[in-house]
């Protein structure tokens, strides 16, 4: 059968599109990725924060978990608007504009002092936030047609895992070194140093990015004719529904429900993968910052291993639910090795493993179903049902942990989570999802 990508069947002409996707995507993707690096870290980098910052503020694991959640609210409620504002007034003014306004409130973290205050400045990093990821996936998708798809997505996630092995290290030395420096507290100069990058980012996205291919002055013009024919001749076979009518397709809530099982384990390991460290027994920060950078280094080569074995055998469903079980694995294994630091380690790396390797192949699912308005409607709402992930799991682990003083339950109920994400992965029909 001849390719969508090359309709003549030319090896030389297939070549020559390999060279130039290879082109694009080292154009886009690396910087992509690096702003949602930035972007994450500051989302979840209140992890290391609570090391110091509970004993601090007097917050409890209750307090803690509830403002770690409380940033899901945000994101949840303007995900959907704020992804279709970008699908209509581009993404170089959009994103730059959101990675600014984030960049601000996750320095402005310095001043919760009080539980409230942490609520609201959570929340309202949520609402700056609740464009980013769904607006750079639709972004990719004019851009890469889904047979390249799982890759170009692999690549730009292996942000997630690259924030945890930077972030880690570099937070727990920030909260070492500055701690007590110009007055300010070891978990305030954390936030105020990791906010400025994503202001700094968010000036250079409007120089980097084009909004659509024909804006890309850098590609020649048979190179933009290329991408445009691939695109519309994917678009063809793809659903293009109402606006309306997105919301209410059943393979979006299903799709809905398997990223949502999925960011119940990430946003648990995310948030309270320091924690499980030094429950261990290690209490100095580096150190603590240090072994996370474990799991996170593991994660990103199974990212790419697998996001391109997916593509190379155009499946989707198994490359999607094996990993999750190898999580869900992971999960079981850190709780009943809960008070050794070495089984501990070993279990959360095969849990984020397994966690990160199935996210980019869950996004080559949707966007495969879903083209036009819709797919910027459907690729929000998922990813918007998926923030109840956020909201429920870092709380439910604290609220469990105040009431039974250990994490154990909360990792038993992220791995049967993930469990049901690789259920609802296989009910997929094959020929729907596979390419």
């Given at each position: 059968?001849?390719?969508?990508?090359?309709?003549?069947?030319?090896?030389?002409?297939?070549?020559?599109?390999?060279?130039?996707?290879?082109?694009?995507?080292?154009?886009?993707?690396?910087?992509?990725?690096?702003?949602?690096?930035?972007?994450?870290?500051?989302?979840?980098n209140v992890?290391?924060?609570?090391?110091?910052?509970?004993?601090?503020?007097?917050?409890?694991?209750?307090?803690?978990?509830?403002g770690?959640?409380?940033f899901?609210?945000?994101?949840?409620?303007?995900?959907?608007?704020?992804?279709?504002?970008?699908?209509?007034?581009?993404?170089?003014?959009?994103?730059?504009?959101?990675?600014?306004?984030?960049?601000?409130?996750?320095?402005?973290?310095i001043?919760?002092?009080?539980?409230?205050?942490?609520?609201?400045?959570?929340?309202l990093?949520?609402?700056?936030?609740?464009?980013?990821?769904?607006?750079?996936?639709?972004?990719?998708?004019?851009?890469?047609?889904?047979?390249?798809?799982?890759?170009?997505t692999?690549?730009?996630?292996?942000?997630?895992?690259?924030?945890?092995?930077?972030?880690?290290?570099?937070?727990?030395w920030?909260?070492?070194?500055f701690?007590?420096?110009?007055?300010?507290?070891?978990?305030?100069?954390?936030?105020?140093?990791?906010?400025?990058p994503?202001?700094?980012?968010?000036f250079?996205?409007?120089?980097?990015?084009?909004?659509?291919?024909?804006?890309?002055?850098?590609?020649?013009?048979?190179?933009?004719?290329?991408?445009?024919?691939?695109?519309?001749?994917e678009?063809?076979?793809?659903?293009?529904?109402?606006?309306?009518?997105?919301?209410?397709?059943?393979?979006?809530?299903?799709?809905?429900?398997?990223?949502?099982s999925?960011?119940?384990?990430?946003?648990?390991?995310?948030f309270w993968?320091?924690?499980?460290?030094?429950?261990t027994?290690?209490?100095?920060?580096?150190?603590?910052?240090?072994?996370?950078?474990?799991?996170?280094?593991?994660?990103?080569?199974?990212?790419?291993?697998?996001?391109?074995?997916?593509?190379?055998?155009?499946?989707?469903?198994?490359?999607?639910?094996?990993?999750?079980?190898?999580?869900?694995?992971?999960?079981?294994?850190?709780?009943?090795?809960?008070?050794?630091?070495?089984?501990?380690?070993?279990?959360?790396?095969?849990?984020?493993?397994?966690?990160?390797?199935?996210?980019p192949?869950?996004?080559?699912?949707?966007?495969?179903?879903?083209?036009?308005a819709?797919?910027?409607?459907?690729?929000?709402?998922?990813?918007?049902?998926?923030?109840?992930?956020?909201?429920?799991?870092?709380?439910?682990?604290?609220h469990?942990?105040?009431?039974?003083?250990?994490?154990?339950?909360?990792?038993?109920?992220?791995?049967?989570?993930?469990?049901?994400?690789?259920?609802?992965a296989?009910?997929?029909?094959?020929?729907?999802?596979?390419?």
């Open positions: 059968m001849e390719s969508v990508l090359n309709p003549t069947g030319s090896l030389a002409a297939q070549s020559t599109e390999d060279r130039l996707y290879r082109r694009v995507a080292w154009r886009l993707v690396p910087f992509l990725a690096l702003c949602y690096v930035v972007g994450y870290l500051d989302r979840v992890g290391f924060a609570k090391l110091q910052m509970l004993q601090d503020l007097h917050f409890s694991e209750t307090v803690y978990g509830l770690a959640s409380i899901f609210v945000g994101y949840l409620l303007f995900e959907i608007p704020s992804n279709i504002i970008l699908h209509r007034v581009g993404a170089r003014r959009w994103i730059g504009l959101i990675m600014v306004t984030w960049g601000f409130l996750s320095s402005a973290m001043f919760a002092t009080t539980p409230n205050m942490f609520y609201l400045l959570r929340f990093l949520g609402v700056a936030e609740a464009g980013f990821f769904p607006g750079v996936v639709l972004y990719l998708t004019y851009w890469f047609p889904d047979a390249r798809r799982g890759r170009i692999g690549m730009f996630m292996t942000a997630i895992p690259l924030s945890g092995l930077i972030g880690g290290p570099v937070s727990g920030i909260m070492l070194a701690n007590g420096e110009q007055g300010l507290a070891g978990w305030q100069w954390l936030f105020l140093l990791e906010g400025l994503a202001v700094i980012l968010g250079l996205v409007f120089f980097w990015l084009d909004d659509r291919v024909s804006d890309a002055k850098w590609l020649s013009g048979g190179e933009r004719v290329i991408i445009a024919r691939n695109i519309e001749a678009a063809m076979g793809k659903a293009n529904p109402p606006l309306l009518q997105a919301f209410i397709m059943p393979r979006v809530w299903a799709m809905a429900g398997i990223y949502l999925l960011m119940m384990g990430l946003y648990g390991v995310s993968l320091p924690t499980l460290i030094r429950n027994g290690v209490h100095d920060t580096l150190q603590v910052g240090l072994l996370s950078a474990v799991p996170n280094l593991f994660a990103i080569v199974a990212m790419v291993v697998v996001s391109r074995s997916s593509d190379r055998k155009a499946e989707r469903r198994w490359h999607l639910a094996v990993p999750a079980l190898f999580g869900a694995v992971g999960m079981v294994a850190a709780a009943l090795g809960s008070s050794d630091t070495w089984t501990t380690i070993a279990a959360l790396t095969l849990a984020n493993v397994g966690i990160c390797a199935a996210l192949l869950f996004w080559s699912m949707p966007t495969a179903l879903l083209g036009g819709a797919a910027a409607a459907g690729i929000a709402l998922v990813n918007s049902i998926s923030c109840l992930g956020g909201v429920f799991s870092p709380y439910l682990i604290g469990l942990k105040d009431i039974t003083g250990s994490t154990d339950s909360g990792l038993y109920m992220m791995a049967a989570c993930m469990c049901v994400a690789a259920g609802l296989l009910a997929q029909p094959a020929k729907l999802v596979n390419r």
